[in-house]
């Protein structure tokens, strides 16, 4: 009887430590879902999976990486970005592509519509028009905002989706994608820029990711009310020249040439010796990006199993990372790690993450506060849920950044330190809902240590942790939460903007 009843406490003791009911089981392994992760679009099979890959976070190895893609294009380049900043960074970037063109690649740009026209691209219209003159450059702004509000009435939310995704694809054979768009604050040190932040890409070699990403791409681009970029009528401004210096000068920084002095240059207009002059005190600020001389895209990285998920904006109908990121919750036993800028749970992210906890899986949110973020309104929400999440989920962790210096834009998913994600899809509702978005999943234990790893360094870096205490009567006691390290105006603000519930769903 005593052997009995041994075995019964066992077979028992999950449901008193956890909670845990038979619906709380994890009814499928993490290969399961991987294998059952549907890619649409192409005559690829999904078992054809098997990609060169390398993990990037870091920013100055970010910038080579694409750097060296482009420099190796020889056919065509595809790429679509949210910003493309007006920066040196920026110019260089169009300047780059400008070169390619002149060699015959075939390039297919797109940007974002509401970005196009913002402050980050101030100037750059004209820039992207000065790219459009090549024969083999097609640029398209996607969902631009004239075209969109013509369809508010049948499309409501497709009038204000945003193309997040964040692509290039080389000759169809190499391509990257991540968190990073093309800018200052993605590529410089920590002190080089008022905002630089710690963000996370994925190099990828092989057909069907490529393929994969292209199809990303390809619905993205097909949508209907974005609009072509029409070429410049006149160079008004000295426009090439301010792309062409820009690559020049980039291209010799990041080889350690320096800075190219333009009382030494020969031959040169006046106005094309203040564009250089302009561009030269630009650089000069980042001294972390001129070691590319010795730069390889890949040294002993290996073919791992890889699969794109991708969403479509509110403009289509395809959205599969959701989904998938459920189904990859339900199945986790052990750990899942989420390192996000913005997390405002869906009422499905939180159930799964709820029931994900009941079974005794550790979660690690690691994520931005106030004063890291560049954004309040995300801050706002998860001052209103941060306690609720910490009761419903007691196996949660809440980590944040607590200066500027930590600040966040990694997207990166590691659960049971087998299945990676990374892309551009944030936990809130605009990633969720509105906007187009792409990720990569990896089925590889050694992907998924070493991307362990680098954010066990972000935390060691410095955060701050959320916690509550429950006291015997049941009730929630907050230890340390956003009011114990942000300023009463910051407050201030998350407070008032957590009362505008209505925004929740678009932030």
């Known amino acids: 009887m005593k052997k009995l009843l041994l075995v ?11 909670g845990q009911t038979s619906s709380d089981v994890a009814t499928q392994t993490l290969d399961q879902v991987f294998d059952a992760i549907q890619q649409g679009g192409t005559s690829l099979t999904d078992t054809d999976v098997m990609t060169r890959v390398r993990y990037i976070p870091q920013n100055n190895d970010a910038l080579y990486t694409r750097w060296k893609m482009l420099e190796e294009a020889k056919e065509s380049i595809d790429c679509t970005y949210y910003i493309v900043d007006k920066d040196i960074f920026g110019q260089a970037f169009l300047g780059f592509l400008a070169k390619k063109a002149r060699e015959g690649v075939k ?8 970005i196009y026209r913002s402050g980050y691209m ?7 028009k000065e790219l459009a003159c090549f024969p083999n450059v ?11 509000i013509l369809h508010i009435f049948s499309n409501f939310e497709g009038a204000f989706s945003n193309n997040h995704k964040k692509i290039i ?3 169809g054979k190499i391509c990257i994608t991540g968190g990073r768009n093309i800018g200052p604050d993605y590529f410089g040190q920590v002190g080089e820029y008022s905002c630089i932040y710690r963000d996370t890409d994925i190099l990828m070699e092989g ?4 393929m994969r990403l292209k199809d990303a791409f390809d619905c993205e681009w097909k949508v209907t009310t974005n609009s072509v970029v029409k070429p410049a009528k006149a160079n008004t ?13 980039m291209d010799r920084y990041m080889k350690g040439k320096g800075i190219i002095n333009p009382s030494q240059v020969k031959g040169w207009s006046a106005a094309q010796l203040k564009i250089l002059s302009e561009q030269d005190a630009d650089i000069i600020k980042y001294k972390g990006i001129s070691e590319y001389s010795d730069f390889e895209l890949f040294t002993n990285e290996t073919q791992k199993p890889v699969k794109i998920v991708d969403k479509n904006s509110a403009c289509g109908t395809r959205n599969d990372i959701g989904p998938v990121l459920l189904k990859i919750v339900d199945a986790a036993r052990e750990e899942i790690i989420i390192q996000n800028p913005y997390i405002v749970l869906s009422t499905e992210a939180w159930a799964a993450l709820k029931k994900a906890s009941a079974r005794g899986v550790k979660i690690i949110m690691h994520s931005n506060s106030g004063n890291s973020t ?5 801050q706002a929400f998860l001052n209103d849920d941060w306690k609720k999440m910490l009761v419903d989920m007691p196996t949660l962790r809440i980590l944040v950044a607590p200066t500027e210096n930590q600040r966040l834009h990694s997207k990166t998913f590691v659960v049971d330190d087998k299945i990676t994600i990374i892309g551009s899809y944030n936990m809130d509702p605009l990633s969720q809902k509105m906007n187009a978005e792409a990720v990569a999943v990896v089925n590889d234990v050694d992907f998924a240590v070493e991307t362990h790893k680098q954010i066990e360094k972000d935390i060691a870096n410095g955060v701050v942790e959320y916690k509550i205490s429950i006291d015997k009567n049941g009730k929630v006691q907050e230890v340390f939460g956003p009011k114990d390290h942000l300023d009463k105006k910051t407050m201030f603000k998350i407070k008032l903007y957590g009362k505008l519930g209505i925004i929740r769903p678009i932030i």
């Open 8 to 18: 019964l406490f066992i077979m028992l003791m999950p449901v008193f430590v956890f």
């Open 107 to 114: 390039i297919r740009l797109m940007i974002d519509g509401r």
């Open 122 to 128: 101030k100037g750059m219209p004209d820039l992207f």
């Open 138 to 148: 097609q640029i398209k702004v996607f969902n631009s905002i004239l075209k969109s």
């Open 169 to 171: 694809i080389i000759d």
């Open 207 to 210: 057909q069907n990711a490529c």
């Open 237 to 249: 401004n000295n426009n090439r020249d301010r792309i062409d210096i820009a690559y020049m000068l």
């Open 374 to 378: 560049d954004s309040l309104f995300p």
